[in-house]
């Protein structure tokens, strides 16, 4: 069955790095966009990035030039790289594949930013 595994969550004060990885199995993982959503305490769930299966990419606004989403296929693995963290970047970050018939997600890794 298909299963998102996210990893490297963690504090970090504001201006700081993180990067997110998300290890996926059961499906053909080279063959499909990836998607990392947040969602904050309060607020709705929302794109942060996605990356298509031929590595086009797009960002959210708030997270555009600071937020890179990258791929591995050979690891079946995508991340997310996050520089010049805020605070407002604070959140749960869920891995997200969406086949024809189901959204699948990760049980997510909590990011804190200090200030």
């Known amino acids: 069955q298909v299963q998102l595994v996210e990893s490297g969550g963690g504090v970090v004060q504001a201006g700081g790095s993180l990067r997110l990885s998300c290890a996926a199995s059961?499906?053909?993982?080279?063959?499909?966009?990836m998607g990392w959503y947040r969602q904050a305490i309060g607020k709705q769930r929302e794109l942060v990035a996605a990356i298509t299966s031929g590595s086009s990419t797009n960002y959210a606004d708030s997270v555009k030039g600071r937020f890179t989403i990258s791929r591995d296929n050979a690891k079946n693995t995508v991340y997310l790289q996050m520089n010049s963290l805020k605070p407002e970047d604070t959140a749960v970050y869920y891995c997200?594949?969406?086949?024809?018939?189901?959204?699948?997600w990760g049980q997510g890794t909590q990011v804190t930013v200090s200030s």
């Open positions: 997200n594949y969406r086949s024809m018939w189901w959204d699948y």
């Open positions: 059961g499906y053909n993982f080279r063959s499909n966009a």
